[in-house]
């Protein structure tokens, strides 16, 4: 297979082989009209309501450049990654695909995305430093537009903060104390979890911290999973678990929804979707929580990092990459695109200047009693911090979840689970073909 090169830095180890195999066939890729003239487009996604948002396009905007996009529905996650890569070794991927910044690497790895930095490149300003370096993967190139994001967040119950005496913490020194304060009050009520399930919280959580799990240098990769900044936060949630301050219980669970819903469980370190997930998990106590940043580890900073999101990137198979980018810019950063985003497919839009006002003027009716619940989201999204994302998330992620469930479970050292994360992916790289630097 030929390779794009990412940057001078980062070609050789991205082209050093792909890192899923096909398994099947596709036959429902983008039309491929010429090169000039009217263009018809095809965009795979997941997020509900995209092909009305996509129907604003075609009526408007879309229909003055002759540029029409059909919005075909796919499974999300690894399924979807799986699924593009194939129709990309047959040459008969779509034109767009919504893509988890996260897979980027991977489809750049296997050469289905095109660099897009000259036409939409000048997008730049309309998103944080730390959410748009997640599509550029450290280079000059651009393989995708932001197009959602998740900064993390603490949410906590006010009325249980109030009877017990407790004080939304700021740093995480002062989130052990709260924990700890909590349980001598109410020995039957937890803080919060550690869930072993949750392999995207861990990442975000590291983020904030500093780490950079993946990076290149010269020909070959880097994996720093087990770097000081994710050795600090792994130590600190395995000291809380080991010592019984806060519960070791997966989250999305029948059980850890009821201790949501009954105030077993009275915070919650989530990302800026939580409304929409605690509207579900625990709906008797709705206008009963509220949120603030995200605990720091130097007191008086603004940085927090995500949990989710996803960007719009076109295809190399595209005949039409110019229309596309078009496409992809227009969706994540027009004004009546983001607004319909919000309104049609619930999400947090990356584009700064959509995350206050507009169609989310209003707090999530979850959270009817903070009325300044995005305006404060929007803050704290500012201080997103960079994710250093690679070819195999999806080993890290898997040996995540095996080790760090049994440390849990056990209440033992996270250490040598995080090392043992860190060896998995090491290997899983050293075994498709990818040089690994020690």
Not at 319 to 345: G, H, I, R
Request: include cysteine; hydrophobic fraction near 40%; charge should be negative.
């Amino acid at each position: 297979m030929k390779y794009r090169s990412v940057a001078v830095t980062t070609a050789a180890a991205l082209a050093a082989g792909a890192l899923l195999s096909g398994c099947g066939s596709s036959d429902d890729g983008g039309d491929e009209p010429t090169a000039s003239g009217p263009a018809s487009l095809t965009y795979w996604a997941w997020a509900p309501g995209l092909d009305k948002v996509a129907d604003i396009w075609n009526k408007g905007p879309g229909k003055e450049a002759g540029i029409t996009v059909t919005v075909k529905k796919q499974a999300s996650g690894d399924d979807l990654v799986t699924k593009i890569i194939t129709a990309a070794k047959a040459h008969k991927a779509p034109d767009l695909v919504q893509a988890e910044y996260q897979a980027l690497p991977t489809l750049v790895s296997n050469d289905v995305l095109a660099d897009i930095s000259k036409e939409a490149g000048d997008a730049k300003s309309a998103f944080a430093d730390g959410v748009w370096q997640q599509t550029t993967l450290g280079s000059d190139a651009l393989y995708a537009l932001p197009q959602d994001s998740g900064p993390l967040m603490f949410y906590y119950r006010q009325d249980l903060f109030k009877q017990y005496g407790l004080t939304v913490p700021t740093t995480w020194d002062e989130f052990a104390e709260t924990a700890r304060a909590l349980k001598k009050k109410a020995p039957d009520k937890d803080l919060t979890t550690f869930s072993s399930n949750d392999s995207g919280l861990f990442a975000g959580l590291a983020q904030q911290a500093g780490a950079k799990w993946w990076t290149t240098g010269g020909d070959k990769w880097k994996v720093a999973i087990d770097d000081p900044a994710t050795q600090k936060v792994a130590d600190f949630w395995g000291g809380l678990v080991k010592e019984g301050a806060i519960d070791n219980q997966p989250m999305y669970t029948p059980a850890w929804n009821k201790a949501l819903n009954t105030g077993k469980q009275v915070a919650w370190v989530s990302a800026v979707w939580a409304p929409g997930t605690l509207t579900t998990a625990a709906p008797e106590t709705k206008g009963k929580w509220a949120m603030a940043p995200l605990p720091q580890w130097t007191a008086g900073e603004n940085v927090t990092g995500s949990w989710g999101g996803s960007s719009t990137a076109v295809t190399n198979d595209s005949k039409n990459k110019k229309a596309a980018a078009t496409f992809a810019k227009w969706l994540n950063t027009d004004p009546a695109a983001l607004a319909a985003l919000v309104k049609e497919s619930g999400i947090y839009p990356a584009a700064t200047a959509a995350q206050t006002g507009g169609a989310l003027a209003q707090a999530p009716d979850y959270f009817s009693n903070q009325p300044d619940f995005y305006t404060e989201a929007a803050k704290i999204a500012q201080g997103t911090a960079p994710a250093a994302w690679g070819p195999n998330v999806n080993v890290a992620y898997t040996a995540f979840k095996d080790n760090f469930a049994q440390a849990a479970k056990t209440k033992s050292d996270f250490g040598p689970a995080l090392t043992a994360m860190q060896d998995a992916t090491v290997a899983d790289l050293k075994k498709q073909g990818f040089g690994v630097s020690e």
